[in-house]
C-alpha cells in the first residue's frame, strides 16, 4: 500500500474525494477541512493499492493539486486493517508490478544530475578499477563496479525516451558523457602517478590478464549481458526491489572498460584504448536499449489490465 497526503484548496477538496473514492483500490480516506496553513487549503489523507497508484495521481495532477496545492507520496511498511487488503485485491493487477511512472521520473531525475558527489564517485569507482585492471583483480573490478553510479544516468535516458521527456533525457545524457569524460581524464592523470611512484607499469598492462582481459575485447557476449543487466535494473526501479541494482552493477563491465582505456591511452597503448571504449558504448546501447524496451512492455501490459478493469467494470 502506499499511503497519500493531499494539500487541497478548499474549493477543490470535493473533487479530490470524489476522485478518490472512484478510484478502486482506495481506502481509510480522511478530511481534515482547513487544517493546511501552507499552502492554506485542507489536508486530504488516503491509502491506496501500488497498482491503483498511478492512475489516482495522474487524475490528481489533472486537478491541478501539484501547482495548487501538494501531492505527497510515501509506501507504507505495514498495514493491519482488512479493509486495505479488500483494496488490494479490488485493485487491477500486483502491486509488484506496478509502474509509478511519476515516482520514476522523480528517482531518475534525482540519480541523473550532474553533481560533485556523483562525479566523486564515477572517479573513485574508475580509479579502483584502474588497479584492478592494472594488477589483474577480480575483486577490485567487482567492487569499482559496485561503486559506481552510472545507471540513474541510464535509467534517466531510458524512461525520459519512453515518456518523451528530451530535458531529463538530455540532463541524464550530459550527466553520463560528462561524467565519464572527467572520470577517465582524472584517472589518466592517476595512471601517470601511479607510473610514476613505481605502482603502475606498462608490462602489467600489456601481461597476460586471466582476469581482467574481457574489459578490451568487446563481442556479443558483452551486449548480451548488458541488454539482461538493463533489463534487470529497469524491473528493479519500477517495483522498488532496489536490491536487485547491486547484480545488475556488478555484472556489467562500464566503469571497468573505462578504466582500463584510461591506463591504456596514458601509456599509448591505443589497441587497448579503442577496445576499452569500444566495450564502454556496447554496453551503455545494450542498457539503455533495455531499459526503453522494458518500460515499454511494462506500459504497454498495464495499458491491457486497466482496459480489462473498465470493460469489467462495465459490464
Known sequence: MLH?????????????????????????????????????GDVVLCDVAREAADDLLSGLQRLGLDTTGSIAVENVDLSLSERADRAEEEAPGEGADAVLWEHLTEATHEESTLSVTYLSF????????ACGVVLDNAVLIVGAMAVGPEFGPLAGV??????????LAMRSLIA???????????????SLFMDAVGLFTEEQLKGERPQTGFVYAPDWFSFVVAVLAGAAGTLSLTSAKSGALVGVAISVTTVPAAANAAVALSYGDTV????STEQLLLNLLGITLAGMLTLLA??????????????????
Open 158 to 167: 531510458s524512461t525520459a525516451t519512453v515518456q518523451r521527456r528530451p530535458r
Open 122 to 129: 564515477l572517479t573513485l569507482a574508475t580509479m579502483i578499477a
Open 298 to 315: 511494462q506500459k504497454q501490459l498495464w495499458r491491457k489490465q486497466h482496459a480489462r478493469l473498465r470493460r469489467r467494470t462495465a459490464a
Open 176 to 190: 553520463l558523457l560528462v561524467g565519464f569524460a572527467v572520470a577517465m581524464a582524472l584517472t589518466v592523470a592517476f
Open 272 to 275: 587497448q584504448t579503442w577496445g
Open 4 to 40: 497519500l497526503r493531499l494539500i487541497t484548496p478548499a474549493e477543490q477538496t470535493e473533487d479530490a474525494v470524489r476522485l478518490i473514492k472512484g478510484t478502486v483500490g482506495t481506502t481509510h480516506l480522511c478530511v481534515l477541512s482547513g487544517a493546511a496553513r501552507d499552502p492554506v
